[in-house]
């Protein structure tokens, strides 16, 4: 089994927003090295219009790896990403369709839109990331793979439990019936935003799947106590370790992920 990469998201507590989480280049820097000494080797950032600086300013401070996410905004409004070379970037494979606490988001993808994401991480060398949030996602990654237009592995994550028209349920059995469903080749990240967070991941840390976990997720520890995404960062590792399984560098993550190697400040 390979070691646990965990990733790590300090971002908008779309459950509690009134939870804070780092906003600045410097304070989201100081978030991604704290994420990297507690065991995390990808860390997913909003970037909030500053992406030059926050993927400058994380690679001065780390070698953890770059995923830059908010799939709900148009390919154009990211290109800044694919300039300033993060290692990943997020995109759905759905329809967007969320109830959070304090906002709605309701916005169409369609499958050119998607391949048009496939060619433009090809051109800059920028890894996809793709969001499954049911089974219609993976027809979707299905279809992009018969048009030739990804290669393994697929790095994918699974949502369970996030409110909206997307919702599924956040439990055991829609987590193995979904990764059933997923294509050969899949390098599977597992996400949950409810309570029972912890049993699913122990679930996919046990099946050779992989975490995310962070204030934009849920953030609570197994106690339901409130905690910085470093923190639940250092529980999960510590779990994963107590079931027998390791956690993963970045430099680890980048081989098992086939992103190439460029990553900022070693640590």
């Known amino acids: 089994m390979d070691p646990l990469i965990i990733t790590a998201t300090p971002n908008t507590c779309w459950l509690k927003p009134e939870v ?13 090295s704290l994420c990297r000494q507690r065991g995390a080797a990808v860390f997913h950032i909003h970037g909030e219009g500053q992406w030059p600086q926050v993927i ?8 953890i790896i770059i995923q830059c996410g908010m799939s709900s905004i148009t390919l154009q409004e990211r290109i800044e990403v694919f300039e300033h070379k993060s290692d990943m970037i997020s995109i759905i494979l759905n329809h967007h369709d969320e109830a959070f606490a304090q906002v709605d988001c309701n916005v ?3 499958k050119e839109e998607l391949a048009e994401y496939a060619r ?11 969001e499954v949030w049911h089974t219609g996602s993976i027809w979707n ?3 992009l793979i018969s048009r030739g237009l990804l290669s393994q592995p697929y790095i994918t994550t699974l949502f369970f439990g996030w409110p909206g028209g997307t919702w599924s349920p956040p439990t ?3 987590y193995l019936y979904r990764r059933r469903q997923m294509p050969e080749g899949s390098a599977m990240t597992v996400s949950i935003m409810h309570e029972e967070q912890m049993t699913i991941l122990v679930a996919a840390i046990m099946h050779g799947d992989n975490v995310r976990v962070g204030t934009e997720d ?3 520890d197994r106690n339901g106590r409130l905690r910085e995404t470093h923190e639940l960062v250092e529980e999960i590792a510590g779990i994963s370790r107590s079931l027998g399984r390791d956690v993963a560098t970045p430099a680890q993550a980048r081989k098992i992920l086939a992103i190439r190697n460029s990553g900022g400040k070693g640590e």
């Not at 400058?56 to 070698?63: K, L, M, T």
């Not at 433009?120 to 793709?130: L, M, W």
């Open 172 to 174: 055991v059995e829609e």
């Open 218 to 220: 849920y953030p609570f």
């Open 20 to 32: 804070g989480y780092p906003r600045t280049p410097e304070s989201i820097a100081e978030e991604a």
């Open 108 to 110: 169409l993808h369609t």
């Open 56 to 63: 400058g300013a994380i690679r001065s401070a780390s070698d």
């Open 141 to 143: 990654l299905n279809h």
């Open 120 to 130: 433009t991480c090809d051109r800059y060398g920028v890894r996809p990331e793709f």
